[in-house]
């Protein structure tokens, strides 16, 4: 019919269920959205996490430089910038050089020791993220566990241990039986990696050899030995056997939050007069004389009675004097 009215259409947008299935739709999508988004932040912070794992936190042992269980010796000018710790040995023999306090069988020592079973059983525990294999010689190794079901030998040359810029990156090693180096071989430690954060658990025994240069603390369930003129950034801690030293430096790797066991910072090693800073450890070759020995004992000591200041002041601040108090004035 010509001129005909038609009837006119109604529009998709004004039809209400078009526009509740529109709106439904894009809500669906919005919520879709937010759940890839919370999904994608969760996986970074997760892989973040793993990435940057705790350190191995050493309680009360974290002052000593040598803690053992049946026996200290010593041959030549052994050099220890921390603390000696024996239990429940009471032996020690050769007068090594202790910079720090001496606990022998004592309180202190037997919580250092109680202590060092739970930082051990910590580093045991941990999930492994590969094979250390059986020689450390030319290896490179990223931050992680890295486990040896046997024994664990630096033949020679030097084992690197590379941070990738982290200055919290923790290194623990887990060895099924012995730990051994050979003479005149190091570790080395790259691209901002700390000796604070880097640990050796040990099955058995350990032994240093001639001229090694040593980074990390040492956990062994029986003996270490440290041969002559071996440096150690770092600490020696036989759980039940001795700790055998022969003219020997251990200067203490400390990061400012070692104790629970969080890790990084920058660490607070005291260096030795003569000694080029940023050095590990003292010259093997070059035992301290005399004198840097007593310059560095006073340097510890100040710093010591420092730190007890500091903590004196904070667990008892000064008072606050009173208020004065004026009738319809806030004064506090």
């Given amino acids: 019919m010509d001129g ?183 570790v080395v430690l790259v691209n901002g990696a700390q000796a604070c954060n880097v640990f050796w658990q040990v099955g058995s025994s350990a032994t240093l050899g001639t001229g090694t240069r040593f980074v990390g603390t040492v956990m062994a369930m029986a003996t270490i030995t440290a041969k002559t003129a071996a440096t150690i950034h770092g600490r020696l801690f036989a759980s039940t056997g001795a700790v055998n030293l022969d003219t020997n430096t251990i200067t203490t790797s400390n990061c400012p939050s070692s104790e629970s066991g969080s890790g990084g910072g920058t660490e607070t090693t005291p260096v030795p007069s003569g000694i080029a800073p940023g050095a590990l450890v003292p010259p093997a070759s070059k035992p301290l004389t005399a004198k840097q020995r007593a310059a560095l004992r006073a340097r510890v000591l100040a710093r010591r009675r420092r730190a007890a200041k500091r903590r004196a002041a904070q667990e008892h601040p000064a008072a606050r004097p009173p208020l004065t108090h004026k009738h319809g004035a806030f004064t506090g």
């Fill in 4 to 186: 005909a009215t038609h009837a006119k259409q109604p529009s998709r947008s004004s039809d209400p269920l078009v526009v509740r299935s529109s709106t439904h739709a894009r809500g669906k999508q919005h919520v879709i959205a937010i759940a890839a988004a919370a999904t994608l932040a969760f996986l970074c912070l997760s892989s973040s996490a793993l990435g940057a794992a705790a350190s191995v936190g050493l309680g009360s042992a974290t002052s000593f430089s040598v803690l053992a269980g049946s026996t200290v010796t010593n041959t030549g000018p052994t050099t220890m910038f921390g603390d000696l710790g024996l239990s429940p040995g009471s032996s020690v023999t050769g007068a090594p050089h202790v910079l720090g306090a001496s606990h022998i069988d004592d309180a202190v020592a037997i919580g250092a020791k109680n202590a060092l079973t739970t930082a051990y059983n910590d580093a045991a525990s941990r999930p492994s993220n590969g094979s250390a294999g059986t020689e450390l010689a030319g290896q490179v190794f990223l931050p992680g566990v890295r486990t040896a079901t046997g024994a664990l030998l630096l033949s020679s040359g030097s084992v690197t241990l590379d941070a990738q810029g982290n200055p919290n990156a923790v290194f623990v090693f887990q060895i099924g039986s012995t730990l051994i180096t050979g003479s005149n071989t190091s």
